[in-house]
């Protein structure tokens, strides 16, 4: 390992005092000096070890001159205590770093929370620089990294197995790939931090990537030092809740900051990958990937997104796409200066001179008056592309003052007549596709397929409105419309009627041609935002045409709950070209299971089937399903579910695309996307896929440039290997074997969840479930309703609470009990096999491992020791044997000889398995040495934040006085006691989910 100095750990203490001499020779080693992208001899875990020395010692200088040497000598103690405990796991090691942080006044913990908080967010950026360099240095040395990482490896591999290059082509250019982003859970992190952070990793990514000079190099760390110590001198804490509108605003960062210019890169990349196998590039008229939000337009359980708000959402996106184009167009301007063209563009430049200004002085004080970029005189006659690039300028210009006038005004929309502006993706389309063919015609090809190819590609995935946004709402609530209208229109009670009563009576309305709502409809205010949010759908498919996508029905149940929402869309405005695709959301395990049967019935509605004209889109939700009946129970009924959905689309003849509503963590579906998407039942992705990308995974996805265009490569792989080569079916013996250990297991999950009085008393003392509210991550709700107890409780902040504590219960709670009795009845051989051949039991198997690795016992056991009453304290042992014995039964199955520890093997990919779990083993290692104190920190002001909700306890505590001597001037709660122990607490529940990667 050459790293020249800088130890493994640490080179002598992290808080020397000469940090001048210490950053100068951690910044001049040698993969420093040479530009560690373009070596051979790349480590990604060098580069995490020498990026986390750097930063260290950068942090703590600059904590250094904003506290004092007492504090920073208290910070080492508890990293040695740390330190010591994570290697001997041994309980008076754990007892001796508690004392430390015990001694600690509460302002010295608030800034020890906030210290031990940034390091762990300094170590994400370590990892992920490491990550976008080893993606470098992959496609540098066009090294196979196994099966479907790349799109060019797919390719190769697919060739290899049999697969005609013709096969390949055809099955791409007809792939698509949805990425939709949400907001939920928000990103703990505020976006100051997330700024500041980002400027670290660009400027790590300089040092790791080029060969600086001295002074380049001293540049560099004044930055990066500026940007640290910027983040640390911030406040971590969100004090007020995010609206939708911010939560759009904060997805909209990462189209400018990596996906507007990384997808035409990675599709000019897809097409060299085509050309060197002898075919031609993606067709035009196509985008391999797309994307869509649910920022601002799920309403499910939000009362803050409303018809306003989507409006609001849909015209912030709009307005950010326009400005995009409008910049990229200028580009293009000054690119297309040729005079040779076809007839084609001849006659369309020679009609916009035609209808043109023809006072050259006019046109130049316009211009100038829009301080274009260039180009305020008339554009001669002879340059015909420049004149249709300065039209499409002008009417982009127009496009986006009138957009302005509308995010401004709510009175204000925009005019559908009015032709000096631009609604559709094909008003810029279809010209910019003109000068393309005309220049590949006279022979230009090279200046098509250079920036105007990236152009059109850019117009073709994000058209106007960079996302296409869905709307969420829950059955229940289409369900109160209906019967608010039958009810006042004479006809009864539209909720008590059979299911056969309600699909023949939507049908007859469906066929019919007279309006059905009356204008003068008495309702309540939740019946009106369904109305005027389908309103609001027929006024944004006509004035923003492309900007919205699908209408989601969470909680759906019935053929009857799909027919509603089409009938309330058109009696709402819409016409019938503008009416949303609908796709019934299935999540809990009874609904998954019912899947197939309410498809069959819908379909079977002739006026239906004739409407969505041989294509149907249903999502799968991963996170409720998990809540419901426990992981693997959930697994299972997924796998199946998507099986049953697809097969009976076929029998109607009608082509699913599924949407996978994925969670970022194990407990609600996440997990590598490649792995995930190659362990689909095989037959169940065809082509096309729709995925969430939630929370803090958006900005490990695609807040870099690399792992941006990794993320890309990764779906487009993946898909298109699963929908040539998928993967076989399960034998029937292992079917069997999953139905059985899907029974056992979601009994033993519900009895325990559900059904043990004990259960719901134990979740609200162990863990800060209850107080994760105050966080102020999104804007919905942690309830769907106000009632009590875990139904009610959303399934982000179940998974976590659980995840704050260590114990990580949702993701194995079920698995002992099933596997036991199944091994008991003789079944380990085949779990073994099951383990060894079939990737979606793998997969499974190998992510729960990977969170059992993360669990702590004795921190488990910490919690509950301070926090839980005694009572309760013998059934917390019982969970706390529950996760041990988890723990032995999937290393007996998957005969591993320790987490995330393979026994020695002869496979050919034995080695790079063995990498990868020695890599994610070593990274949770080095995580816990700051989150294990985090831990302890928390639960000491968990303990004192609700001693003061006490009477009598709380009064005593209020009394104590909160030191300042290093918070002088600290603006938040007036030194209130109460005030400063909860912002300790929310800092050190931050600080978990930045070292976990995991807000639920």
Not at 462 to 473: E, H, T, Y
Not at 548 to 567: K, P
Not at 835 to 862: C, G, H, N, S
Not at 896 to 913: S, W, Y
Request: a negative charge; proline letters at 4%.
């Amino acid at each position: 390992m050459a790293t020249h100095g800088v130890s493994h750990r640490r080179q002598g203490s992290l808080f020397a005092s000469e940090e001048g001499e210490a950053l100068e020779k951690l910044a001049t080693t040698s993969s420093y000096l040479s530009g560690r992208g373009e070596t051979k001899d790349f480590n990604a875990h060098d580069v995490i070890e020498e990026c986390d020395a750097l930063l260290q010692t950068i942090f703590f200088s600059v904590v250094r001159e904003t506290t004092s040497e007492e504090f920073l000598a208290k910070l080492q103690g508890v990293y040695d205590g740390s330190e010591a405990f994570g290697k001997t796991g041994e309980p008076k090691d754990f007892e001796a770093m508690k004392k430390l942080l015990e001694t600690m006044e509460v302002d010295e913990s608030l800034q020890f929370a906030s210290a031990y908080s940034n390091l762990l967010n300094l170590h994400n950026i370590s990892e992920q620089v490491a990550n976008a360099m080893e993606e470098r240095h992959k496609r540098l040395d066009d090294i196979p990294r196994g099966p479907a990482k790349s799109t060019n490896g797919a390719i190769k591999g697919l060739i290899r197995s049999g697969k005609t290059i013709e096969e390949i082509y055809a099955a791409l250019s007809r792939q698509h790939v949805d990425l939709v982003l949400t907001a939920h859970p928000t990103q703990a992190l505020r976006r100051s931090m997330l700024k500041a952070f980002g400027k670290v990793r660009e400027k790590l990514l300089q040092l790791q990537r080029f060969r600086l000079s001295r002074f380049e190099r001293a540049e560099i760390l004044d930055e990066i030092r500026s940007n640290i110590a910027a983040a640390w001198r911030t406040d971590e804490i969100r004090r007020t809740p995010p609206k939708p509108q911010d939560e759009m605003r904060a997805g909209l960062t990462y189209f400018q900051q990596t996906i507007w210019d990384c997808v035409p890169t990675f599709m000019r990349r897809v097409d060299t990958a085509l050309l060197a196998n002898g075919c031609g590039r993606l067709p035009l008229d196509r985008s391999i990937v797309t994307f869509g939000s649910w920022m601002g337009g799920d309403r499910d359980g939000n009362p803050f997104v409303t018809s306003e708000c989507t409006r609001d959402v849909v015209l912030l996106a709009r307005v950010q796409g326009t400005n995009f184009l409008f910049s990229t167009i200028q580009k293009l301007l000054f690119e297309l200066s040729m005079w040779r063209c076809n007839d084609t563009v001849k006659r369309l430049a020679n009609d916009i001179l035609a209808t043109s200004e023809t006072d050259k002085n006019a046109i130049f004080e316009e211009r100038k008056r829009r301080n274009y970029d260039d180009f305020w005189k008339a554009i001669p006659e002879h340059e015909p592309y420049r004149v249709i690039l300065a039209m499409l300028r002008d009417k982009l210009y127009n496009t986006r003052e009138a957009l302005q006038k509308c995010v401004t005004d709510p009175n204000v929309s925009i005019d559908v007549n009015d032709d000096s502006i631009i609604r559709t993706k094909e008003e810029i389309y279809e010209p910019l596709v003109a000068c393309y063919e005309s220049l590949i015609e006279v022979k230009d090809d090279q200046i098509a397929n250079s920036l105007l190819l990236d152009v059109i590609r850019q117009v073709q995935c994000f058209g106007l409105g960079l996302v296409k946004l869905d709307i969420r709402q829950e059955s229940d609530r289409h369900a109160e419309a209906l019967d608010a209208v039958t009810r006042y229109i004479g006809l009864g009670s539209y909720i008590e009627w059979s299911e056969d009563q309600k699909i023949e009576w939507l049908t007859s309305e469906l066929m019919s041609k007279r309006p059905l709502i009356p204008h003068d409809l008495e309702c309540s205010a939740d019946v009106r935002e369904v109305l005027d949010t389908c309103k609001m759908i027929a006024h944004l498919q006509q004035t923003c045409p492309g900007s919205l996508g699908t209408y989601v029905i969470s909680m759906a149940t019935s053929a009857s709950d799909v027919l509603a929402v089409v009938l309330l869309q058109r009696e709402c405005g819409c016409r019938e070209k503008d009416v949303l695709r609908v796709a019934p959301l299935f999540e809990r395990l009874d609904d998954l299971n019912d899947a197939p049967r309410v498809l069959r019935q819908l379909f079977s509605v002739k006026w239906y089937l004739d409407h969505i004209n041989g294509f149907q889109e249903v999502m799968i939700g991963y996170s409720d399903s998990g809540k419901d009946a426990g992981r693997m129970a959930a697994a299972w009924a997924l796998y199946e579910g998507q099986e049953r959905v697809v097969a009976a689309g076929n029998e109607f003849n009608v082509a699913m695309t599924l949407f996978h509503g994925r969670g970022g963590t194990v407990g609600r579906g996440g997990g590598p996307a490649h792995i995930a998407m190659l362990s689909q039942p095989p037959g169940t992705v065809n082509g096309s896929i729709r995925v969430t990308v939630q929370g803090e995974v958006i900005e490990s996805d695609f807040g870099e440039r690399e792992n941006c265009f990794h993320t890309l490569d990764l779906y487009t792989a993946s898909v298109l290997e699963h929908s040539l080569k998928p993967p076989s079916h399960p034998d029937d013996k292992w079917r069997a074997v999953m139905d059985r250990m899907s029974e056992y297991s979601c009994a033993h999950y519900r009895k325990t969840v559900f059904e043990t009085p004990e259960f719901v008393q134990y979740f609200a003392q162990a863990t800060p479930g209850s107080e994760l509210g105050s966080l102020n991550i999104g804007s919905r709700p942690a309830k769907r309703k106000p009632n009590a107890g875990v139904t009610a409780l959303r399934a982000i902040p179940w998974i976590f609470a659980w995840t704050q504590s260590r114990f990580h219960l949702p993701v194995w709670l079920g698995i002992s009990a099933s596997f036991k009795r199944l091994i008991e009845e003789g079944e380990l051989q085949t779990l073994r096999d099951m383990y060894k051949r079939w990737p979606f039991f793998e997969v499974t198997i190998d992510l729960v491992e990977m969170v059992l690795a993360k669990a702590d016992p004795v921190v488990v056991a910490y919690y509950e020791k301070a926090l839980v009453d005694e009572s309760l304290h013998d059934f917390g042992a019982k969970l706390r044997g529950e996760l041990e014995s988890s723990i032995d039964v999937i290393l007996t199955v998957s005969e591993h000889i320790g987490l995330l520890v393979q026994p020695e093997k002869t496979e050919e990919n034995a080695n790079e398995a063995r990498r990868m779990q020695q890599k994610l083993k070593h990274k949770l290692e080095k995580r816990n040495l700051y989150i294990t104190p985090l831990n302890v920190c928390q639960v000491r002001f968990l303990k004192q934040a609700r001693a003061l909700e006490h009477e009598e306890d709380g009064e005593k505590l209020s009394m104590r006085k909160v030191k300042i001597t290093m918070l002088e001037g600290y603006p938040f709660q007036d030194f209130n006691y109460k005030g400063a122990v909860n912002d300790v607490l929310k800092i050190t529940m931050k600080g978990i989910a930045a070292g976990m990667q995991n807000t639920g």
